[in-house]
């Protein structure tokens, strides 16, 4: 089992950018496929919202709404998944958490996977 640990989170201001990542603890991801979620402040667990997945075989997608400013990237051992996030906005600001789950899955199942504890990013106007 994959246990997955997120960092980079932050607060940062209205047009700016940052990069989340999220690596497996004690282990790679090998052959698991890996995406990031977000829920914002006071939404219930179920309404968590995903944002963008890489398959184990590379193939990467982003939620539509997202597309143009967020990208999902991995290393080549591996060990890491890097959300990158630009032109932030307000309605961005959430908790953002990183999910393994075999392959093959959809995206769009979020009751599913190893979950991490989650990274805080805030967005300032």
């Known amino acids: 089992q994959v246990q997955p640990v997120e960092s980079g989170g932050g607060s940062v201001q209205a047009g700016g950018s940052l990069t989340l990542s999220c690596a497996a603890s004690?282990?790679?991801?090998?052959?698991?496929?890996v995406g990031w979620y977000r829920q914002a402040p006071e939404a219930p667990r179920m309404d968590r919202e995903f944002?963008?997945?890489?398959?184990?075989?590379?193939?990467?997608t982003v939620a539509a709404s997202l597309k143009g400013r967020f990208t999902i990237s991995r290393d080549d051992a591996k060990t890491a998944v890097e959300l990158h996030m630009s032109n932030l906005q307000s309605d961005d600001g959430a908790v953002y958490y990183c999910n393994a789950r075999p392959r093959g899955q959809s995206w769009y199942r979020n009751d599913y996977g190893y979950w991490g504890q989650g990274t805080q990013v805030a967005v300032s106007s």
């Open positions: 944002v963008a997945g890489i398959r184990w075989g590379g193939g990467t």
């Open positions: 004690g282990r790679t991801f090998y052959n698991y496929d």
